[in-house]
């Protein structure tokens, strides 16, 4: 699988052509994971300073063989959290998000928990 770096995810309308930063697609996951009560994302710091600010941490978007688009969001599940019906919960609200706004169609979504945090910061 490759990482999207400087490429946009094109779509075409009636009008013209919309041209979407895989960085914009990315940050709707972040942002969606945010929302709910079970996890909190995970900044991906992987020891420079750059990466340890980045807004996107902890999200990847890829495209597989077949082009289809893939993300990978890390986050801390809550203690208490059944973690399979949330992370459920939340794959199928960062799809819903991620078309909602941009139209376009991520056919997976994988949540990987990292770590478990007892309270909610």
Do not use: W
Not at 21 to 29: H, K, L, T
Not at 46 to 66: E, H, P
């Amino acid at each position: 699988m490759a990482k999207h770096e400087n490429t946009k995810i094109k779509t075409s309308g009636v009008l013209g052509a919309i041209n979407i930063a895989p960085d914009v697609i990315e940050s709707i996951a972040r942002i969606a994971s945010e929302k709910g009560q079970a996890f909190t994302p995970l900044a991906d710091y992987a020891g420079n300073i750059q990466s340890f600010f980045s807004k996107n941490s902890g999200v990847v978007l890829r495209t597989d063989d077949s082009g289809n688009l893939q993300l990978d969001v890390a986050v801390a599940a809550h203690c208490g959290t059944e973690i399979p019906k949330a992370a459920v919960a939340l794959q199928k609200y960062i799809k819903e998000q991620i078309y909602f706004m941009t139209d376009i169609k991520v056919d997976q979504v994988n949540v990987l928990v990292c770590d478990l945090v007892t309270n909610k910061e």
